[in-house]
């Protein structure tokens, strides 16, 4: 089945403990994404990834970074997160330019 | 920039009637733009996209949209809503060509009541 796996699906930890959202696919998708749900603002860019180790910066990159060694994993990791990376993050994938982008189930970040 | 609004926060709907949500760009250049739909505790679920073509664009579960340059719209319909439509819908435009950004609305909740 074409899907993407996000791991782990809920997290609460604590401001400063480094922490790591893994995502893969296996539809073999070129390009990759992170994005931030927020109530009120809707999704947001984190990173994406257009092909392995080629990564940009979204809407929304301050205190995340991300790596693409592989073309189905694409891990969003924050160094030291804080208060303001709670959130609800999505990882996505898409095949090429104009086609749309597949979205995991999503995970559910608490930073206390 | 790039932009994309959905002016209503929720929009409610009897079950049979017709339903409309709304969506407005920005771009510059031609628009690729997309409707996605996200249940509770799921990721968004891709519904239809225009990108050139006939300006009425059919999607999953009998939902359309209608692409109106004039007016920058891309809002999205359904002749008959059923109870199970109701979720929150995002409208979403392609950033710049040669990026992969994609931005969305902030997202219009329905509601269809029975």
């Known amino acids: 089945e074409a899907q993407v796996t996000q791991n782990p699906r809920y997290l609460i930890t604590v401001t400063g403990k480094k922490l790591t959202v893994t995502c893969s696919q296996n539809?073999?998708?070129?390009?990759m994404s992170w994005y931030r749900q927020d109530p009120g603002l809707g999704l947001r860019q984190i990173y994406y990834?257009?092909?392995?180790?080629?990564?940009d910066k979204g809407d929304v990159p301050e205190g995340y970074k991300v790596s693409r060694k592989e073309k189905r994993n694409f891990p969003l990791i924050l160094e030291s997160p804080s208060p303001n990376q709670t959130s609800l993050y999505f990882c996505?994938?898409?095949?090429?330019?104009?086609?749309?982008?597949?979205f995991g189930d999503g995970t559910r970040l608490s930073i206390l | 920039a790039q932009s994309v609004a959905q002016p209503e926060d929720q929009v409610n709907v009897a079950e049979g009637n017709p339903l409309t949500v709304k969506c407005t760009y920005s771009?510059?250049?031609?628009?690729?733009l997309f409707w996605y739909v996200q249940y509770p505790n799921r990721g968004l679920q891709f519904l239809l996209k225009?990108?050139?073509?006939?300006?009425l664009v059919k999607g999953s579960y009998g939902f359309e949209a209608e692409f109106n340059k004039s007016q920058t719209s891309f809002h999205l319909k359904k002749p008959s809503a059923l109870v199970s439509d109701s979720a929150l819908y995002f409208c979403?435009?392609?950033?710049?060509?040669?990026?992969?950004?994609?931005?969305f609305g902030t997202g219009t909740r329905l509601q269809v009541f029975p």
């Open positions: 979403a435009v392609r950033g710049s060509w040669g990026t992969d950004k994609l931005i």
């Open positions: 996505a994938s898409r095949d090429s330019q104009n086609q749309p982008q597949h």
């Open positions: 990834s257009m092909n392995v180790e080629v990564t």
């Open positions: 225009y990108i050139t073509g006939d300006n």
């Open positions: 539809m073999n998708h070129e390009y």
């Open positions: 771009v510059s250049g031609n628009p690729y």
